[in-house]
Structures are given as C-alpha cells and as structure tokens.
C-alpha cells in the first residue's frame, strides 16, 4: 500500500496480533496505519472488541476503529478423536510405538 506514491515505513513487515482488551490491539492497529500487514488472530467465539461498547447495525464501534487494516483469522481447534477399541490403537500408535526403538537400536 503506498501513500501520496510512496511506500509506507512499515510495508513488507508482518505483524500476528493475538492481544485482546485494547493497548495490544491499538498497537497493532498502529502498524497497520504504516504500511504493516496485521493479521488478528481471534478466539473462534470472536473478539470482545466486536460487541464492546456501542454498536451500530449489529457491530461495534470500538471494532470498526481497532479493526482496520487487519485481517481476521480464526484457529479451529478440535478435540482429539480417541480411538473406540485397543485394536486401532494398535494399528497406528502401538505399532510405532514398537519399530522406532528396533529401527534405532543399532546406533
């Protein structure tokens, strides 16, 4: 992004902003007004920020200032799938479980 024809001081540098409440977020909100590339990284329930405060047409205010120039990623963690009998733990953990320390034992 340039300004006036001029690149910005801060153009090329990214910036992974996962502060909540509002220094942090200011902060990044910052770098992104000089040319940083800011990507947010929210909790999948969404930011605070987003409800805080007054809203307009269903969005904050607070988040329309502190969002800009940020893109918005949501990690989706899911909870591991354990195994439903000792068989296919068998078939994929135990059985490397098993042949790591034979593959190694002659070092």
């Known amino acids: 992004m340039t300004t006036n024809g001029r690149p910005q001081p801060l153009e090329g ?3 992974l902003d996962a ?9 990044a ?26 809203t307009k047409n269903g969005h904050g205010l607070w988040w329309k200032i502190v969002g800009r120039n940020k893109r918005a990623i949501t990690p989706q963690f899911q909870p591991a799938r354990r195994p439903r009998d000792p068989a296919e733990v068998d078939r994929n953990g135990g059985r490397l479980h098993r042949e790591l320390p034979a593959r190694h034992a002659g070092e």
């Open 29 to 54: 909100m910052y770098l992104g007004d000089f040319g940083a590339d800011v990507i947010k990284i929210e909790h999948p329930r969404g930011d605070s920020l987003r409800t805080h405060g007054y």
């Open 19 to 27: 502060a909540t409440i509002l220094a942090g977020p200011l902060m």
């Open 13 to 15: 540098i990214r910036v």
